[in-house]
């Protein structure tokens, strides 16, 4: 039996590896897919505590932050699309102003 | 034995989180977090939770990913020569040190709460998918509801974002 305990850790790790993955890598698409690690973090967490608790509820959460998942994943790399067909940046810091 | 099978996939899936993270070729990246994502599915199943753990290989690793990839070699995005932002890195010492704070205070936690009605042995009566769908469609109607017309905005958003500009409103984009 494996306590609760322990997939909270491994979700705080991954969270973390998401979080230092957004804050120091420049390439959008890598700081999409960073975010996505931490969506997955807090999944294993949901998941954890609706086996530790009994509930179904985690796991219709985690359905939910799937769905949510998906979309993000679809406007993001459509925003992505955008930004690259306009002016030649792959970098998130490259796109530093706004249209005015 | 699940003591065993946990390791695994924990341990597999944060490696797979670090060279997600520190890869530099994108696409390598994206096949690092399809380890990740079919581990973390692992630990679902462990969990009790065969059908989120489905839904995570369907949707996750079938279509978020393949988006992901796709768009990395439509995009032709070459291996960054400029990769990490040497300016920030002192956010990892940051970072790094919030984790190992957060995890004194969480390995001392005993997570003790009030127990729900569905045991493992409740819920194997029925079947997990079943199980799911009866609160879903019962308790968590409106939430779901509320998704599907997410979902149909993130659709029309990204058709409308990635549609090519016409030329008569060529100074749109």
């Known amino acids: ?100 | 034995m699940i003591p065993v099978f946990f390791s695994y996939f924990a341990l597999v899936s944060i490696a797979a989180g670090i060279l997600t993270v520190s890869l530099r070729n994108p696409v390598h990246c994206g096949i690092a977090l399809l380890a990740l994502l079919g581990h973390v599915a692992g630990l679902f199943v462990l969990l009790h939770a065969e059908f989120v753990a489905v839904v995570q290989i369907i949707i996750y690793a079938g279509a978020i990913l393949i988006l992901y990839l796709f768009v990395l070699m439509l995009l032709n995005l070459k291996s960054e020569e400029r990769y990490f932002h040497r300016r920030h890195a002192w956010y990892v010492t940051g970072v790094g040190a919030l984790t190992v704070e957060l995890l004194m205070v969480l390995l001392a936690s005993r997570f003790s709460g009030a127990k729900g009605p569905a045991t493992v042995e409740a819920v194997e009566e029925v079947g997990n998918s079943m199980a799911i769908g009866i609160v879903m469609f019962s308790d968590y109607l409106l939430p779901f509801e509320i998704v599907g017309v997410f979902l149909l905005g993130a659709i029309v958003g990204a058709i409308v974002l990635a549609k090519a500009p016409s030329s008569s409103e060529g100074e749109y984009r």
């Open chain 1, 1 to 100: 039996m494996v306590p609760v305990s322990a997939y909270v850790l491994v979700s705080a790790i991954l969270f973390v590896t998401g979080l230092v993955g957004v804050l120091i890598r420049r390439n959008f698409i890598i700081v999409l897919m960073s975010v996505e690690i931490m969506l997955n973090a807090a999944n294993i967490n949901l998941v954890a505590f609706a086996h530790h608790l009994d509930s179904l509820a985690g796991q219709i959460m985690t359905l939910f932050v799937i769905a949510i998942a998906a979309g993000e994943a679809a406007v993001g790399l459509a925003i992505i699309i955008v930004v690259f067909r306009g002016k030649i940046a792959t970098n998130v810091d490259q796109i530093n102003l706004l249209k005015w």
